[in-house]
């Protein structure tokens, strides 16, 4: 089915550790965005890459690098996990342009111990 | 104070009756999203308005520009649509979005 594919959709790190969540969408969509959610807080922009080639900061970047591989895949890579990135976190894309929805998706638990 | 506030945070209705969500935002918008998240955590887009009214079934989507204001309306509630709704208020400036803190709905048999 069409839409964006997140892996994994739990993990648990120890304090320290590297991971790196993936994603791909083939809506050949231009845009591509990685949110955190918690308790109680809307969703947060961690990253996100407007057109491939192209990737730029959001709300709450630190702690976290991204790479647009290509125009399907925009990756999220917590280098040196800590307990405060233990969250949901949301792949998202569109086409970039004002006027077009977002298609999200299904989510990584990531719990850092 | 959130550029994008939700309200009510939580909404316990029966069966049947007439649900309404507000959501106001302080920026200015190219679009006002509403979407959906349900107890298993995916989130589905439900309506993007930039102007007057959107309908999808049951489902009413209203914004009004001048009071930066929209909301989210649902006929004849049903158990199945207990979940968490979100709005997201899209900048004029670019394609990212604010969201609001989402109200969760519970619809009791």
């Known amino acids: 089915n069409a839409g964006v594919t997140q892996t994994p959709k739990f993990q648990v790190l120890k304090t320290g550790q590297s991971m790196t969540l993936q994603c791909a969408q083939d809506m050949n969509h231009n845009s591509m965005y990685w949110y955190r959610q918690d308790p109680g807080m809307g969703l947060r922009l961690i990253y996100y890459s407007a057109s491939e080639g192209t990737t730029d900061k959001g709300e709450v970047p630190n702690g976290y690098n991204v790479s647009r591989l290509n125009k399907r895949e925009f990756s999220l890579r917590l280098e040196s996990a800590a307990p405060s990135q233990t969250s949901v976190y949301f792949c998202?894309?569109?086409?970039?342009?004002?006027?077009?929805?977002?298609?999200f998706g299904s989510g990584t638990r990531l719990t850092v111990v | 104070k959130n550029e994008v506030e939700q309200s009510p945070q939580n909404l316990t209705a029966r069966e049947g009756e007439f649900i309404t969500i507000n959501c106001s935002y302080s920026?200015?918008?190219?679009?006002l999203h509403w979407l959906q998240q349900h107890p298993g955590g995916g989130i589905v887009s439900l309506f993007m308005l930039s102007s007057g009214k959107k309908k999808h079934g049951r489902l009413i989507a209203t914004i009004n520009i001048q009071e930066k204001h929209s909301s989210l309306h649902i006929t004849a509630s049903h158990p199945r649509d207990s979940a968490v709704y979100i709005c997201?208020?899209?900048?004029?400036?670019?394609?990212?979005?604010?969201f609001g803190e989402g109200t969760q709905l519970t619809v009791n048999p």
């Open positions: 998202a894309s569109n086409q970039g342009q004002r006027l077009y929805g977002y298609t």
């Open positions: 997201a208020a899209r900048e004029t400036s670019g394609s990212r979005l604010t």
């Open positions: 920026v200015g918008i190219s679009a």
